[in-house]
């Protein structure tokens, strides 16, 4: 990383120099140009510093914001590639650094490289103080991870007509998770089920993802079709292992006076999974004749390979009263699993007049999973459980869209359709339907949209859906589900722009309690008053409220409560950009986050609720002549909560960048 960070500092500084002697800048043969864009970002932060890695994760350190290299060839100056181009940003230390490479050939070839890096981090503050005087009702849940993105894509044309390609991908995920678990295990009892609800514990828990893909195809065309095949192989990998973070220890349910007494010695678990698949893609779509186009799709993989689980647990629980005994408890199950899925699709569109089409599209999925296990569980050096199961999860659905396109007038488009589905989702056990998990859903699916653009000053885009099923699978899948989506847009005077954008979303499951709604408003006012001096401004509301019952299968009561979830959302953003000299530029941007209402259930005080989130940045930039853009960027920032206070945080962010295009 110091190394390309010291090469492209002196790209950004010894090339342009050279490049200003004779205004032009030549490579074996190659015109380049390009940009980049260093410096240094300096981090004040106060308060919870993981709540700010969670929003923000920026810190202190050298920074390639940006970099651009690129080159084409002159004619008959190279047979190896006509073009170049080298893109990379963030790197240095930003959350989510990534790069380019491409290189080309006319009609020869085209090789296409990336790479990026997501880092994400959650911690919130669990020892916080809670308005209900309880303790360990947060979520204990906390991560730091960092996923992986890399592919190489390489496109050799064999003719005008045929093309073939290449690639390979990659796709990681390591870091670690700590999280709560119980000390479940196979076959036991229903009195251990008040144990289990009364003592989550805190475990350390690293994890490890890999993904990898081989993949080769071709393409054709010939008169108005094309056709698209990819043959690929992948590869699936994934482990986690955790243990209790110390010893004895424990449950976070420190506010239950038997928990005290129910100490967890020592926990460990291990799980993994490798799975691998062929998999083969066409896609294929032309005209049959000027009327009628069809296109289709046929997609097919099956992972398969072997799942397997160990886990050992040695602490206390309790017996009867208030008694506790020791436990110790070992449990193993290794599986083979075969996951098959099949999806095909084909569409058709219709041209009936030049102002009126007709669109119809079918798709068939057939997913399965399928399991066979040999699972085993010791308490006490006592078989409590050992079987061999074989279970089954199969999936089939149909889906149909018919949609009708109208266009009585240049500026309105009217396409109102509709969708039905129907699914079948089927859990065997040992080869025997369970009626509790397997269900028949039938779903239609109205859909109307009206685009409706009379001028270059005026513009209306509305959707309206309205889903209905006539069976539930979950208890938060909603019976019903009615949305509208509106968004408008005017710009009476070239300098000025008004845009506004309305959503309602109804979800409800009556049989199960569940309700949802969903209010969301957002406008935006832009005006450019003359080439120094540009302003916006915009108002944003978002509603949302759930309400739903929940049933605890087994544990302590009460076993069925009900929760109430409420959030408004309100934002305002400011924004000026003003050039008062030939060089000299001043922009401020700001929003204010306000949110209100509270997660609760019944029985208990709400631990989130209302919050402040402010953050503005004003940057000051000055062009020197041949030299490139110094700008300096100064953020401010913090974040408070109102019923949970430990998460609160404020921060200061400066960033100096030097810009050079050459």
């Not at 190489?152 to 796709?171: C, D, Q, T």
Request: aromatic share 12%; glycine share 8%.
């Amino acid at each position: 990383m110091r190394t390309l960070l010291a090469a492209s500092l002196a790209i950004a500084f010894i090339i342009p120099c050279a490049a200003q002697e004779d205004q032009k800048y030549n490579l074996a043969g190659f015109d380049i140009q390009g940009s980049t864009a260093v410096g240094y970002r300096f981090s004040s932060i106060g308060g919870r510093q993981e709540k700010f890695m969670e929003l923000f994760n920026l810190r202190s350190g050298p920074r390639l914001f940006d970099f651009n290299f690129s080159g084409r060839a002159n004619p008959g100056a190279s047979k190896l590639a006509d073009s170049f181009q080298i893109t990379a940003s963030g790197l240095g230390g930003d959350p989510f650094p990534g790069g380019q490479l491409t290189v080309s050939k006319s009609k020869v070839y085209d090789l296409r490289t990336n790479f990026r890096q997501s880092y994400y981090y959650f911690d919130r503050n669990d020892d916080a103080a809670l308005p209900s005087g309880r303790h360990a009702l947060t979520t204990n849940h906390n991560w730091a991870t960092v996923r992986r993105f890399g592919s190489i894509n390489l496109l050799i044309h064999a003719s005008n007509r045929l093309k073939f390609r290449m690639e390979y991908g990659k796709n990681s995920r390591d870091g670690i998770n700590n999280t709560t678990r119980t000390m479940e295990y196979f076959g036991s009892p229903s009195a251990f089920g008040a144990f289990l609800r009364d003592n989550p514990y805190y475990v350390y828990a690293p994890i490890r993802d890999r993904l990898n893909k081989f993949a080769g195809g071709l393409d054709y065309t010939i008169s108005d079709w094309s056709f698209h095949y990819t043959l690929s192989y992948q590869n699936f990998d994934q482990s986690m292992n955790w243990n209790n973070a110390f010893s004895p220890e424990r449950s976070i349910n420190i506010d239950s006076a038997m928990t005290a007494k129910e100490l967890l010695q020592t926990a460990a678990w291990s799980e993994s999974r490798n799975l691998k698949t062929p998999s083969g893609e066409f896609f294929y779509n032309g005209k049959v004749n000027g009327k009628l186009t069809l296109r289709g799709s046929i997609l097919y993989f099956r992972f398969h390979g072997p799942a397997n689980l160990d886990a050992s647990f040695i602490g206390s629980a309790r017996t009867t009263g208030t008694a506790t005994a020791p436990y110790t408890i070992a449990m193993s199950s290794a599986a083979k699993l075969t996951e098959p899925n099949l999806v095909v699709d084909q569409g058709f569109t219709v041209k009936i007049t030049s102002w009126f089409d007709i669109h119809g599209d079918y798709r068939y999925n057939r997913y399965t999973i399928n399991s066979t296990a040999e699972i085993s569980s010791l308490r006490d050096s006592t078989t409590s459980f050992k079987e061999s199961l074989e279970n089954e999860w199969r999936q089939g659905m149909h889906q149909v869209d018919l949609n009708l396109e109208f266009r009585p007038f240049n500026s309105l488009i009217l396409r109102p359709g509709v969708r039905f589905i129907k699914r079948d989702t089927t859990v065997l056990e040992d080869g025997t339907a369970d009626p509790q998990r397997s269900v028949r859903n039938k779903t239609i699916w109205p859909i109307a949209s009206l685009a409706y653009v009379p001028s270059s000053k005026f513009s209306a885009r509305m959707d309206v859906q309205s889903i209905t099923s006539g069976t539930t699978y979950t208890r938060i899948t909603p019976h019903t589900d009615v949305g509208t989506r509106l968004a408008v847009r005017y710009r009476p005077l070239s300098q000025l722009s008004i845009e506004n954008s309305v959503v309602t979303r109804n979800r409800t499951n009556l049989a199960d309690s569940f309700s949802s709604r969903v209010r969301s408003n957002a406008s935006t006012i832009s005006w450019s008053w003359n080439e120094h001096l540009s302003t916006y401004a915009g108002f944003s509301y978002d509603s949302f409220l759930a309400t739903a019952s929940v049933n605890f299968l087994r544990g302590t009561a009460p076993l069925k409560t009900s929760w109430r979830d409420q959030t408004v959302n309100r934002v305002w953003q400011l924004g000026v950009a003003t050039k008062p000299m030939k060089r000299l530029g001043i922009n401020f941007n700001g929003n204010f986050v306000r949110s209100t209402g509270a997660g609760e259930i019944s029985g208990e005080l709400p631990i989130f609720g209302a919050l402040s989130w402010p953050m503005a940045t004003g940057s000051v930039y000055y062009d020197f002549p041949r030299l490139g853009r110094l700008t300096a960027d100064l953020q401010r920032t913090y974040y408070f909560e109102e019923i949970v206070r430990g998460n609160d945080f404020g921060a200061n962010l400066l960033m100096v960048r030097w810009t050079k295009a050459f």
